[in-house]
């Protein structure tokens, strides 16, 4: 299952995300070759500069992709897949899409047997989202946006496309009036208002395994979220908050970067409530 | 894909993993009758007192299971899998096995179509592991460990565990003395000495999208790691430390929990060396 | 300016307060005798193992004294110190005097030529707070707690206390009803309502430097005073987090601890608003 | 004790550290007259925006004064004085001077009835800091930097400064090579090499209450500084890192600042070791 892209990193560890049948490239280092070259070699500019050709992984592609609205870091999706405990086979609903981000390392989690059904309802972002989630495999070139009229076709693939993983669906939409999913292993929430759609979240969860995280920058929406999430039923409701640090090591020595992303966001995970027992 | 347990959340929250056939369970808030019940579902016990009836998640089973040692915590397993970018379809190698905690989610992480070769050097360690990766659904109930005698039969699968993924190999063996695998898309180390694991981890790691990560509790064994990733041409090194704050939200108001694990280890993720071109 | 108790440091670090004139300890380590002997020496027990006598600091008593109520700890009382910028001369009224930790430093901060002037509405942690002021230096054995009729006289001070700083005065009193100073250089609260001071704290306040520091457990508290403050005219208005990692340094290697405080409390600084200009 | 400067503050925020005579200031927000106006009251700029006159903290002081170096944090300060229990009327050796910020935040610890001793080796970076001391009326106008030729009078002082606290002594010296002062309280190392100094350090402090605190950006300088003290019997050694967060309070809600100092440095306290009892 390959990128739709391949990478160069110049000797400064600059990273380039460039198509896949582009020949050749030039920054301040120089111009290579790429010509019959795949990815897992080193090339060499016209002016003597290493550059290395490779895959890029989908923290790069995250990374450096086009970006519509902030996106999720690497950190805190790590942290919502692992404490949900997300698997292969999974069926999730996401919203919103964003750029994508989060609904690339989702797709990634739930494997080839799962699905990321991913609402946005910006047609404008859902857009943006699709160029990205095409590069990293996850929708197919001519797939609709559910809700979306202006592409209705959603057949016709070539067979150059067929190595992705394509468990991605797109729809416009808005979480907070009404998910129309049903039997759902897991919602994740990357919105303002979480606490409108845990009714929602509630119905469409399956009631032995549906789990459900929320985002949120600040402080206040997480409680919010937390008291609708109690109103509901839902159990095993907790709230983390995630701060990495990276640690410099160099001849000097080794200490932690004076930089430091200071604050994020929120996440709140939780798990639905069962079904009252039949009373006969 | 279910586990092959099931679990009980009592009214305080506690969580007991449970056989799938188990029919009576008790504690001190009383017996409930499991008989004919499905995941999915509140039972009372004989006291009045409401039990969850739930399908663990692989955070739950990790978090209950039997542990040789001090495994990683999901915070810097989900640090791990994205900043790697590791993805369905890929074939990690880790060392060692541990208790299974990271082999578990990293066989999620890769899916279907993945693969997970898992070292540990200690037999008895892969034991309890084996019965650890067995409940969620990663090794066949007759798997062998290789390298480990014992037992020689890998064949004759019931009906029964058909629903796994199948996707984890056990063997007995220390990567410093060498990996056997080649062409491998990542290498996750949890030993005390990734330092001498470089070198083989660069010959068997893929080199158009290799990836290794190391996890170290000391900042010497982070340094002496990094020292030997630059010394064997490996790029894009970062090392980093993941904090997570729980954050109680009750009536009373918000604040982060007073108690707080101050630190678990530090994480280097790299990138292998491309080859060098060919002259002719 | 000596403490009036002395201290020993036994092998495994423990620490015992112990009075001055006390010529006999005893623990698991031996008997010491102290007769004659002054601090800055290491005596023997009779079981052969090396006790340090030494004079306490004020860390050692802080961390030794009784405890009413959760004592402000040494990290959040010198971000208020340096944050304010606190200094010698100037006069600090705080409140409530809990069992005196913050007052000890505040006494010191402002030193010879300066006084703290310390509330608490409940006589009986008043009471205790000045046996460890006293043990400080700052209270005479026979000083009144302002408002607690019991004591009456403030007089006929003996020579043996002269050597004490004796800047702080005891009150019992309710600063969320007023306060009777004027002309305060700092006002600091550790109470859980500080939003109600706030408007006594404007007028108690000299105008060219007045500052206040606040100190709430939870955010809603420390928003709620935010709010009070701006309402006033406050300004330079800050709210700090303040996280201390204890360093593991040994032969094994250097590692932060992995036991830390998650969260003690918010701590906002701010200053008051000066005079409205004359218009004449 | 007053300030050498008074303080302008604007309707943004912005702070101007101005002399005491200056009778007019402007910016962009227009000009005003400061003549006859007293610290504490709101002036009007011909423009009609408010500025705050008032006098500046030692907070200010440090945050606006001319730096040679970078200068500890108050964070860090504030952890130094309250770990090692600084207090009134003690006598401090500080090494290096830089520009004087932890020097000012020393002397205003120990007060009236202390002194701080303070070496720099650069004479440059030791005459900056004299402007800093003066300002903050620790430094007599004409008092000399002992060991630089220079400026001879220390004497003949006018009335004018007989406000400050005046207990600060510079001197040009490389504590590396000794300490001269004998029954020192307290060492605070600023500096890269504080293990260099960690003997003379022992000959220097008193040994019923003598205390050393390091600060080093490179826990490899921390390493190194706790296995000298160790070597040299010192004992209560602790190591810390202090962080801290700006909590953002508005209308849109809470949350920590998204921009965070990551790191500054480790430090270290400990405490010297008593003498050997006599044998007789």
Redesign the interface.
Known sequence: ?MMKKKML?DER?KKYLIDKKLERFGNDLGVVDLKG????????SHKGHEF????P??????KKMKRTVTTLL??D?????????????ETVVEAGTGSGALTI?LA???????KVITYEKRPEFAKVARKNLEIAGLVRKNQKIIGLDERDVDEDENSEEEEG?YNVIQKIGDVTKGIEEKDVDVIVLDLPDPWNVVPHAKKAL????G?IATYV???????KT??ALKEHGF??I????????????SE?????????????G?ITVA?V?????NEE
Not at 57 to 62: F, L, M, Q
Not at 108 to 114: H, L, P, W, Y
Not at 206 to 209: E, G, H, I, P, S
Request: aromatic content about 8%; proline content about 4%.
């Open positions: 299952m990193v560890g070259k795949k990815e897992g070699v080193i090339v060499k290395y050709l490779v895959e992984t989908i923290y790069d592609i995250v690497p950190k999706i790590g942290l919502i897949i692992t404490h949900l405990g997300i698997r292969e086979g390392y990634n989690a739930v494997g080839k047997t799962g993983l399956n009631k032995a395994r789990r920058p600040y402080i206040e929406q997480a409680k937390v008291e159990f095993d907790h709230t983390y908050e995630c701060l990495v640090r990276e640690i410099e090591i000097k020595g080794v200490r932690p970067s004076t930089r430091m992303i200071g604050h994020t929120y798990r409530k069962p079904e009252e027992e």
